[in-house]
């Protein structure tokens, strides 16, 4: 069996087990390794919205466009939406700015055995070429990107969608109300306990992804969405502090 066949080695999520300086979370080596299972246990909703991200692509794919997974960290929304195009002249393209996550991401790409291309490009998605889109995903992504880059990058996936193409956009929210706001982030906490973290590890997880993922309010994401160019937006899933949105545009 040649390297590229052999699933990579996977680990267990113990990166805030012990002590640690809350200011070094990247997306090196460290935390591609485990990445599967810190996901999976962190994020409520994960595993519902990938296979979803599938049924979307299918829904809105357009023949002959270009699909891009924007932050594709391991390929797991890439290959979603790689089993919902049913176009073999669709072109399949997932960014990632991690060079540790886009060199794992290739043999999970190559361990699936659907016949449709992927490009990976380890790129920063503020700077990538997008043109001719007909799906694009950002899942969890735009949360990393400084706020301030946020509604540039989102006017250029807007202007390089198809009329009745669609961006699939998943993103931890904040609340406006300081009540529900405890309530989300305490039901958060509680998910992440059930799926085996220490409160060690969740108080420090969540000081280290505070200084790195800046969580905006929906009715923040709507807004930007439409000024961006977008013609609706509707919330398809949520599950406490994290959501998951569906912007389209209007067929010509
Ligand atoms: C999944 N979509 O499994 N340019 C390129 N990549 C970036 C940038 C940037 N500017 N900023 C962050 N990233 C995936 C999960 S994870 C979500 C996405 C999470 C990349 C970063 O390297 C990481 O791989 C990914 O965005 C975010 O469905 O870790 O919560």
């Not at 810190?38 to 692509?57: A, F, H, K």
């Not at 990538?128 to 694009?136: K, R």
């Not at 880059?149 to 904040?174: C, D, M, V, W």
Request: charged fraction near 25%; charge should be negative; glycine fraction near 4%.
């Amino acid at each position: 069996m040649s390297d590229q066949r052999k699933p990579p080695v996977q680990e267990t999520d113990r990166l805030f087990a012990t002590e640690r300086n809350p200011e070094d979370f990247r997306f090196d080596a460290s935390v591609a390794r485990v990445f599967p299972d810190m996901i999976r246990r962190s994020v409520p909703g994960y595993t519902t919205i990938i296979p979803m991200i599938e049924v979307i692509t299918e829904q809105y794919v357009q023949a002959g466009s270009n699909c891009y997974d924007l932050g594709c960290s391991l390929g797991a929304s890439t290959l979603a939406m790689r089993h919902g195009i049913r176009f073999m002249d669709c072109r399949l393209t997932g960014v990632d700015n991690s060079a540790a996550m886009i060199e794992r991401c290739e043999h999970y790409i190559a361990l699936d055995d659907h016949p449709l291309p992927v490009e990976l490009r380890c790129e920063d998605i503020l700077a990538t070429p997008l043109e001719n889109a007909s799906v694009t995903t950002l899942n969890f992504t735009l949360q990393f990107v400084p706020p301030d880059e946020r509604a540039g990058l989102l006017t250029r996936i807007a202007e390089a969608t198809r009329p009745g193409g669609a961006l699939i956009l998943s993103e931890k929210i904040r609340f406006d109300s300081p009540q529900e706001q405890d309530a989300q982030t305490r039901l958060h906490h509680e998910f992440k306990r059930a799926n085996g973290y220490s409160d060690l590890e969740i108080s420090q997880k969540r000081s280290a992804i505070e200084q790195v993922l800046i969580p905006e309010s929906l009715s923040d994401h709507r807004q930007r969405l439409l000024d961006a160019g977008f013609d609706q937006v509707i919330v398809w899933y949520q599950c406490f502090n994290f959501v998951s949105m569906l912007a389209t545009r209007s067929p010509a």
